[in-house]
T-cell receptor
Framework: GIQVEQSPPDLILQEGANSTLRCNFSDSVNNLQWFHQNPWGQLINLFYIPSGTKQNGRLSATTVATERYSLLYISSSQTTDSGVYFCAVARTGYSTLTFGKGTMLLVSP | GAVVSQHPSRVICKSGTSVKIECRSLDFQATTMFWYRQFPKQSLMLMATSNEGSKATYEQGVEKDKFLINHASLTLSTLTVTSAHPEDSSFYIC???????????FGPGTRLLVL
């Protein structure tokens, strides 16, 4: 199956700082999503981004499919950004997702 | 956006009892729903894919007689943990495919503690 590696595994930031989270995957994919799991366990869709660049407020993501990686950028981080960020991929558009191990982010005030 | 609910949000039960968890897509129809399991500080592991009107597809290593899945309608899938034991304690999360079939929307999860 596809291997998904996320880095860094843990990240501690001061409020207001910027950060970049990385997701590497081992095979061609047609589906890549970024999720934020809040401290209560709820997964929130951030981006569906099998290729290209998208932005949503302070968050943006870029996937370079040919080089098999995706980046999630968080700018001007806030304490509410704390939680675990997961990258998940699938070979086809609507097949099962394979999740990375996540990046645990803690933003301190 | 698409909303998926789960019930109950948490359950504590005695060893040997069965527990049913419901997953509902509230504002869209989902022909496919997915059930995941997550241990503390670990990633999500897919347990099974639930298809409306047909048998679920289980991932390797997941006991289908232990984790019964029923997808009776386009908005409801249930996971029953039969004869639960302490090692079944975990966070169970469902997801449903949205109108854009490539995306999955996740329920809030169910925390199961088996004593």
């Amino acid at each position: 199956g596809i291997q998904v590696e996320q880095s860094p595994p843990d990240l501690i930031l001061q409020e207001g700082a910027n950060s970049t989270l990385r997701c590497n995957f081992s095979d061609s994919v047609n589906n890549l999503q970024w999720f934020h799991q809040n401290p209560w366990g709820q997964l929130i869709n951030l981006f569906y981004i099998p290729s290209g660049t998208k932005q949503n407020g302070r968050l943006s993501a870029t996937t370079v499919a040919t080089e098999r990686y995706s980046l999630l950028y968080i700018s001007s981080s806030q304490t509410t950004d704390s939680g675990v960020y997961f990258c998940a991929v699938a070979r086809t558009g609507y097949s099962t997702l394979t999740f990375g191990k996540g990046t645990m982010l803690l933003v301190s005030p | 956006g698409a909303v998926v609910s789960q019930h109950p949000s948490r359950v504590i039960c005695k060893s040997g009892t069965s527990v049913k968890i419901e997953c509902r897509s509230l504002d869209f129809q989902a022909t496919t729903m997915f059930w995941y399991r997550q241990f503390p500080k670990q990633s999500l592991m897919l347990m099974a894919t639930s298809n409306e009107g047909s048998k679920a597809t289980y991932e390797q290593g997941v006991e289908k007689d232990k984790f019964l899945i029923n997808h009776a309608s386009l908005t409801l899938s249930t996971l029953t943990v039969t004869s639960a034991h302490p090692e079944d304690s975990s966070f169970y999360i469902c997801s449903a495919g949205g109108a854009l079939k490539e995306t999955q929307y996740f329920g809030p999860g169910t925390r199961l503690l088996v004593l």
